[in-house]
């Protein structure tokens, strides 16, 4: 079956400094990956998205490239800000048989703090 | 454009009871899911409705949680009895494309 592994947390950075969350999949066919993020007491929004190999998703100063010969989506920023602190998860999702996606395969989180 | 509106938000119950979550979709979208995110943990998917079918229900535990989406807009999830290992927040997610789910607020369940 597909599953998504990111790597633990807590991640703790100073403002500014770079960061990479790394994420590996394993999956039957040809996902598309998601990086979603969760602010404390709010509900999980995605942050970015690729839909097939060596496409990049980014949003608001996030990136993240679909490798497939590496099976991984790392999530990178250059410059991390106080209110980047939350938690990120990694996901990946099939298109049906139906035509519709799949339902997510998500990670267990990484929760990231950035300290001022 | 309205978000994925789930209620309640917040529910308490001893073990043995029932209880039952709403979830409303964002308009036109064809496609809900319900997943259980335990603490500490990703999501994990409950099951997935195309319209008012079921596409998947592989991960359900049937013997106690059933869900329902009538005329293929709000749907209701079920749990009866509950077990302490259902403490979770349960999150309805809809989507339009493929490819993009939008995920309600969750509702948060403690069972005691």
């Known amino acids: 079956g597909n599953s998504v592994t990111q790597m633990e947390g807590p991640v703790t950075l100073s403002e500014e400094a770079f960061l990479t969350i790394n994420c590996t999949y394993t999956?039957?066919?040809?996902?598309?990956l998601f990086w979603y993020v969760q602010y404390p007491g709010e509900g999980l929004q995605l942050l970015l998205k690729a839909t097939k190999a060596d496409d990049k998703g980014s949003n608001k100063g996030f990136e993240a490239t679909y490798r497939k010969e590496t099976t991984s989506f790392h999530l990178e920023k250059g410059s991390v800000q106080v209110s980047d602190s939350a938690v990120y998860f990694c996901a990946l999702s099939e298109l049906g048989s139906g035509g519709g996606a799949d339902g997510l395969t998500f990670g267990k989180g990484t929760h990231l703090i950035i300290q001022p | 454009e309205a978000g994925v509106a789930q209620s309640p938000r917040y529910k308490i119950i001893e073990k043995r009871q029932s209880v039952a979550f709403w979830c409303n979709p964002i308009s036109g979208h064809a496609t809900l899911y319900w997943y259980q995110q335990i603490l500490g943990q990703g999501p994990k998917l409950l099951i997935q409705?195309?319209?008012?079918?079921?596409?998947?229900d592989s991960q359900l535990p049937k013997d106690r949680f059933s869900a329902e989406r009538l005329k293929g807009v709000d749907s209701t999830l079920k749990i009866q009895p509950a077990k302490l290992e259902d403490s979770a927040v349960y999150l309805c997610?809809?989507?339009?494309?493929?490819?993009?789910?939008?995920f309600g607020p969750g509702t948060r369940l403690t069972v005691l």
């Open positions: 997610a809809s989507s339009l494309f493929p490819d993009t789910q939008y």
């Open positions: 999956a039957t066919g040809y996902p598309s």
């Open positions: 409705f195309q319209n008012n079918g079921v596409v998947d």
